[in-house]
């Protein structure tokens, strides 16, 4: 159960990347396809790094080892991630919808936090930024939000 939970919570922070929609208030020249085509890039780098940090985490691994590679590496690796797609120009007509997004990211990527921090055998089993990264897939993002 341990090593299912613990894969379970790596494959949802996996899909946390989400965060690859980032950006200003909206940048007149950048289309929705440039802006994907940026932003996978910035998610697929973060996977990469992602892959890094659990590569060494036991199968068998405790929840609270897992909560504490999540809390102390993958976590600030994500809030990274944010900002650095925050700098990313938005699509004019996509403005105000990516920023609802990136204040529903750093809601959640709290609640998370914190939830580990607090009961991490339910925080691993909880599914998280569902709806972030529904509205990934839908945007047409292939690295962020897709399985």
Do not use: H
Request: aromatic letters at 4%.
């Amino acid at each position: 159960m341990k090593a299912k939970t613990t894969v379970v919570m790596l494959v949802a922070l996996s899909l946390l990347v989400v965060g690859c929609i980032g950006g200003d208030d909206g940048g007149d020249d950048v289309t929705k396809e440039e802006f994907i085509e940026a932003a996978d890039a910035i998610c697929a780098d973060f996977t990469e790094q992602l892959d890094e940090v659990t590569a060494n985490l036991p199968a068998d691994a405790s929840i609270e080892a897992a909560a504490e590679v999540l809390l102390d590496d993958a976590l600030p690796l994500f809030r990274a991630q944010i900002d650095e797609l925050r700098e990313l120009d938005l699509p004019a007509d996509d403005a105000d919808e990516l920023e609802q997004l990136w204040d529903d990211l750093d809601a959640e990527t709290d609640r998370l936090e914190a939830a580990l921090e607090d009961d991490p055998e339910s925080a691993l089993v909880e599914d998280t930024f569902v709806d972030e990264n529904a509205f990934a897939e839908e945007y047409g993002m292939q690295e962020c939000g897709g399985e």
